[in-house]
């Protein structure tokens, strides 16, 4: 199509600019539509196939920043993104989150009563299964790897196939497949939280600040020691500092069976000293402590603006 004619070109004069981003694509991904609202239409963007080939890009230093989902308001943590995160190079910190509103629609070139199979990424169907079993009760539900190559498989099935896609308002423009139902996410409040990563001393840490603003979040994960109690005083160190907690999320830990990590977001910058003195006193808790990134609070934002 003369649309998709046009990214792959702007790709190719954007490739030979500075910014490069990788992002989970392929294009018109909400991942896609996240690193379009943070780094505009100018920058050089590189599709990958999987979450992990976006850290991939970003450590070996093929792409300047990756964009990654991390969370959902509606299914929770994005739980891959987590592990690379804890287990991804030390020298890699998180710089800037984005939140989008996320909105889901039903793509298909069959009429709502003829759709026999619907594919999307696992997140977006969970988001939508209540109302994919009222309105396609008989419908297959398969996963796919992103929601726009969900689109481009319903993009090219005829219409007696029967084949639908859960995609967004962009995927239907960009693989011109129309919109039989829109809006279809079970909660209205549907919101995807996504981290933006870089290596640390950069050539390009000026693009995107990493000092104090005044209204900030900080990333930690952490292993607490072994012995008892040991996560009660971290939690205490942070209550008498007066540090308020945004998320608190265990994960088991890669190394040692039926351990946990434990990835903590907390209200204020690594620089500020209540929050520096707070981390100093955590290194006595932990038997491992790793500030994954500083930066501005976030709230919200709007897939529409992408």
């Avoid at 992002?23 to 943070?38: K, V």
């Avoid at 992103?146 to 423009?173: D, F, H, K, M, N």
Wanted: aromatic letters at 6%; hydrophobic letters at 40%.
């Amino acid at each position: 199509s003369s649309i998709r004619n046009v990214f792959q070109e702007v790709s190719k004069v954007c490739c030979q600019m500075r910014h490069s981003v990788s992002y989970l694509g392929p294009p018109a991904t909400f991942s896609h539509q996240a690193a379009r609202t943070r780094f505009g239409v100018n920058s050089c963007y590189v599709q990958c196939d999987r979450i992990s080939d976006i850290f991939y890009h970003v450590e070996k230093g093929t792409t300047d920043y990756g964009v990654a989902p991390v969370e959902n308001s509606t299914e929770g943590a994005v739980t891959q993104t987590l592990d690379l995160l804890a287990n991804s190079d030390e020298d890699l910190e998180v710089v800037a989150e984005v939140c989008l509103d996320i909105q889901h629609n039903l793509l298909s070139h069959a009429d709502l009563h003829r759709i026999q199979r619907v594919f999307s990424h696992p997140q977006a169907l969970a988001q939508c299964r209540n109302w994919l079993q009222t309105h396609v009760p008989g419908a297959a539900i398969s996963s796919e790897a992103s929601t726009a190559r969900a689109a481009q498989i319903a993009s090219q099935a005829s219409p007696e196939e029967g084949i639908a896609a859960v995609s967004s308002t962009l995927a239907s423009e960009l693989y011109s497949i129309p919109i039989r139902a829109a809006g279809i996410q079970d909660l209205t409040s549907n919101m995807t939280r996504f981290v933006v990563i870089r290596r640390q001393n950069s050539e390009l840490s000026d693009q995107i600040p990493t000092k104090p603003s005044g209204d900030d979040k900080t990333m930690l994960v952490l292993n607490t020691a072994d012995r008892v109690g040991a996560l009660h005083d971290v939690l205490n160190t942070l209550q008498t500092k007066g540090i308020n907690l945004s998320r608190i999320e265990s994960r088991p830990c890669k190394a040692k069976v039926w351990e946990y990590i434990f990835f903590v977001d907390m209200h204020g910058h690594r620089d500020e000293p209540h929050i520096t003195a707070a981390l100093d006193e955590l290194k006595g808790h932990c038997s491992h402590i790793r500030v994954l990134g500083s930066f501005p609070f976030v709230r919200a934002a709007s897939a529409k603006t992408a």
